[in-house]
């Protein structure tokens, strides 16, 4: 688990062909709610090959942006640096199906 900034967003893009992003707020109760799910799926030997970010919403406009994020907690994923999935969730099952997708890229 790396938690990433605008700074470093684009290089993870750059150079990892799969990203999984979930960006949430210090302020947001939904966001502590399902970051226990997140983590179990980081700590996943199934998704081992997924880069699992995470990115403070309210410090890092550019990388809200590149991720389309239009509301929190907002998981987004990137293949080969182009967001092809991206939602507002706190439900751990859409969670594990868009790692699943993912990993059929």
């Not at 998704?47 to 998981?75: H, M």
């Amino acid at each position: 688990m790396v938690n990433a900034s605008d700074q470093d967003f684009p290089i993870h893009l750059a150079n990892q062909p799969k990203i999984m992003v979930m960006f949430g707020s210090r302020h947001c109760g939904a966001c502590t709610y399902v970051k226990p799910y997140f983590d179990m799926l980081y700590s996943n030997p199934q998704f081992k090959e997924i880069l699992f970010l995470r990115i403070d919403a309210d410090g890092n406009p550019q990388a809200k942006t590149i991720a389309e994020v239009d509301g929190l907690p907002y998981f987004a994923l990137f293949h080969d640096g182009q967001v092809v999935d991206g939602r507002a969730t706190t439900r751990a099952e859409a969670l594990a199906k868009m790692c699943l997708d993912l990993q059929k890229l």
